[in-house]
């Protein structure tokens, strides 16, 4: 057994962490406050070929794994981005070359992964909706037939990145969910072009007010009479459930490197202010108070992060790896949120300046706790499907 990253995964972490190395907390204060994409740090990792780490080298990419991704976001995260980083990996890499490449027929590979691997092609992934939550077995957006082609109806919410996509990932039910059988049966997943759908008045969204991780808005999306070609299928025609999984592991797996990367920098910020500031003649990181929360967050960082690589390393080796890609999600966005509810303690009243980073990384670590799916459904997995416990429902 070797606990040692392979070389490629090494190169991510040294080549992202270059370009990191640029950009201080300060930048990523204003890109936050500014609520704005992180034009510069997008444009040095695709210069870079960064972005396209998970695209065959047959269409311009690395040719990497999951691994090496979630070893990318992980150090995007820790240098100072924290939740930020997670919509620059997932949301084009993950969401858009990793399911293409896995599920995308040879002319849609051929379409769209060159443009994936440098970054002048963006997307989105539209699973979500108001009605449904968490339950994504019980969405309606619906895509029925008409002729060769399918006509879509409905609504998504917490859509993040629809501004920038050039396509979007759309789950949709071709056989509505209370004659499915097996309900996971009758999902399809289209890949729609977004600005082309907008144009047509068949495409619509609306930006979500949200309490942090402002630099990229998320939306609700409202699809009217999108008419979509039988070549837009992603995948097979009712057997969306097989691209489904593959999206949604890889999705829990990134954004537990990108928590894993936030726990880091919420940990730095805690510890430099612990070792700097003065109370009662001394640092206040003497306190075993104050040093002790952060030990134990330090242990559950390294924790997350062994469950994190064991989960990347099982999905590129073709191995199930739900059970791994939901205990890396829980563990490590729990490790985020002590982390920065320790840095707010530690700093005490001065965390609740906006001249410190503790409130953007309390918002952003906070979000991991519930989204893309709750701690408590999580759990529920572990009890029923590990455990064998009944279900309650």
């Known amino acids: 057994m070797d606990f040692t990253l392979p070389a490629s995964a090494q190169a991510v972490q040294r080549g992202v962490g270059d370009i990191c190395a640029r950009y201080d907390m300060a930048y990523w204060q204003r890109c936050e406050s500014e609520k704005r994409w992180p034009e510069e740090v997008w444009a040095e990792l695709a210069k870079g070929g960064w972005l396209g780490l998970a695209v065959p080298e047959e269409y311009g990419g690395g040719g990497q794994g999951l691994l090496e991704l979630a070893v990318a976001t992980e150090t995007l995260s820790a240098s100072g981005s924290a939740g930020g980083s997670a919509f620059t990996y997932v ?33 989105c992934f539209a699973l979500t909706e108001p009605d449904a939550g968490s339950n994504a077995l019980a969405i309606s957006t619906q895509a029925r037939r008409d002729g060769d082609d399918f006509v879509v109806n409905g609504q998504k919410i917490w859509i993040t990145g629809v501004q920038r996509a050039t396509w979007m990932l759309l789950v949709t039910r071709t056989i509505p969910a209370a004659e499915a059988r097996p309900r996971s049966n009758g999902l399809t997943v289209f890949l729609v072009n ?28 409202f699809l009217d009479d999108l008419r979509l070609p039988p070549t837009a299928v992603l995948g097979r025609v009712d057997q969306g459930a097989a691209v489904l999984w593959d999206i949604l592991n890889p999705e829990r797996i990134l954004l537990a490197a990108s928590a894993l990367g936030g726990a880091e920098v919420a940990l730095r910020v805690a510890v ?48 199930p790896c739900g059970t791994e890609a939901n205990i890396a999600k829980l563990t490590a966005s729990q490790a985020a949120w002590e982390a920065a509810d320790a840095a707010f303690q530690t700093h005490g009243g001065m965390a609740y300046s906006l001249e410190y980073p503790v409130a953007r990384l309390l918002a952003d670590a906070r979000i991991g706790r519930v989204a893309p799916v709750t701690e408590e459904l999580l759990l529920n997995y572990l009890a029923t499907q590990v455990l064998g416990l009944p279900r309650s429902f």
């Open 194 to 221: 977004v600005p082309e759908a907008v144009a047509a008045g068949q495409l619509s969204f609306r930006p979500i007010p949200k309490m942090g991780a402002n630099t990229t808005p998320s939306n609700m999306v």
């Open 272 to 319: 430099a202010y612990a070792r700097e500031r003065e109370v009662f003649g001394r640092p206040i990181g003497a306190n075993q108070a104050i040093a002790f929360p952060l030990a134990q967050v330090k242990a559950k960082i390294e924790l997350a992060r062994l469950m994190l690589y064991k989960a990347a390393w099982s999905f590129d080796q073709g191995l």
């Open 91 to 123: 949301l084009t890499p993950g969401f858009g070359a990793m399911t293409l490449t896995r599920h995308g027929t040879a002319e849609q590979r051929r379409a769209l992964l060159p443009g994936l691997a440098t970054g002048e092609i963006e997307t």
